[in-house]
């Protein structure tokens, strides 16, 4: 240590800590440059659409579905209060993934009707963008909660072995996973690197003000409620119904209420989208320096 420094208690504050904590924060990626989705035409195309298909998701398992760019998917609430852990891929390149990190970066930590999920790196570019929430009024509550979260990972087996010893096969780690490897017809093994940070569908979830803890409560969810997304590219996605229901008390349960989701995808009328385009690659020359 420095000579010239002194130590610090770590219970003891400076006596210049309320100046300190006054610092005005500042936002790191200010959006208002962010490309804006035309959601005029995506609501006019999405008007004439026609249902192409759908898939029923069992409560404590998941199941995968596909997408073409320029076509819409809808994830509906059919039978009680439940949230969805979602995972979305390039159905051509599963490199390319959802960046939950980055779309919590660019958004904030709770996404709703205008705002995209965004596609890891290299790609960087806007793989969804949600067109339709029914929950978009609950807005912020008193404890700082709110609605479709990038906060938080899913729940997985590992975490709940490291914390009660436990193997608990069905929260949505393993569901995804199941599902992925069954949809490709590979090993799980070989499926399960690809699963990632989720779109916490209708989970209700903030960070507590006095300990910074993520934290849960009953989803507002109810039957008829949906999100619904307009695909900008090729997609392949794996919607898993969480073995907590509602995470009203738990989120890896054999106990809790669980229910069933609906996934529905909807072709827009040939035409519907003249002009429209894919959002290319990120423009960066990713030489990283080295010319």
């Not at 002194?6 to 400076?14: F, K, M």
């Not at 249902?51 to 998941?62: N, S, Y």
């Not at 809808?74 to 995972?87: F, K, T």
Request: contains cysteine; hydrophobic residues 35%.
């Amino acid at each position: 240590m420095s000579q010239h420094t002194q130590p610090v208690s770590a219970a003891e504050a400076p006596a210049d800590a309320a100046e300190r904590r006054a610092v005005k924060p500042v936002i790191c990626y200010p959006n208002e440059t962010l490309p804006k989705p035309d959601l005029d035409l995506y609501q006019a195309a999405r008007s004439g659409a026609v249902k192409t298909g759908e898939i029923l998701v069992q409560p404590r398992d998941a199941a995968c579905f596909t997408v073409p760019a320029g076509h819409f998917f809808r994830i509906s609430s059919v039978e009680g209060s439940q949230v969805g852990d979602l995972n979305l891929w390039n159905l051509n390149d599963l490199s390319e993934r959802f960046f939950s990190g980055k779309t919590r970066a660019l958004h904030g930590t709770h996404v709703t009707s205008g705002e995209r999920l965004w596609s890891s790196l290299p790609y960087l570019r806007p793989m969804a963008t949600i067109t339709e929430d029914t929950l978009g009024w609950y807005g912020i509550d008193s404890y700082g909660g709110s609605v479709h979260d990038v906060i938080g990972t899913r729940c997985d087996p590992y975490t709940g072995n490291l914390l009660s010893g436990d193997d608990y096969h069905y929260c949505c780690h393993s569901n995804l996973t199941r599902a992925l490897a069954d949809h490709l017809g590979i090993p799980l093994a070989e499926a399960e690197p690809h699963v990632h940070d989720v779109l916490n569908v209708f989970m209700c979830t903030g960070f507590t003000r006095d300990t910074g803890q993520y934290f849960m409560k009953a989803s507002p969810v109810r039957p008829g409620d949906y999100l619904e997304f307009f695909a900008e590219i090729d997609l392949l996605g794996a919607l898993s119904a969480c073995p907590g229901g509602d995470c009203g008390s738990e989120h890896t349960s054999d106990t809790a209420p669980c229910h069933p989701l609906l996934v529905e995808t909807f072709a827009p009328k040939e035409g519907a989208l003249a002009g429209w385009q894919p959002p290319a690659q990120n423009g960066y020359d990713r030489s990283h320096g080295r010319g």
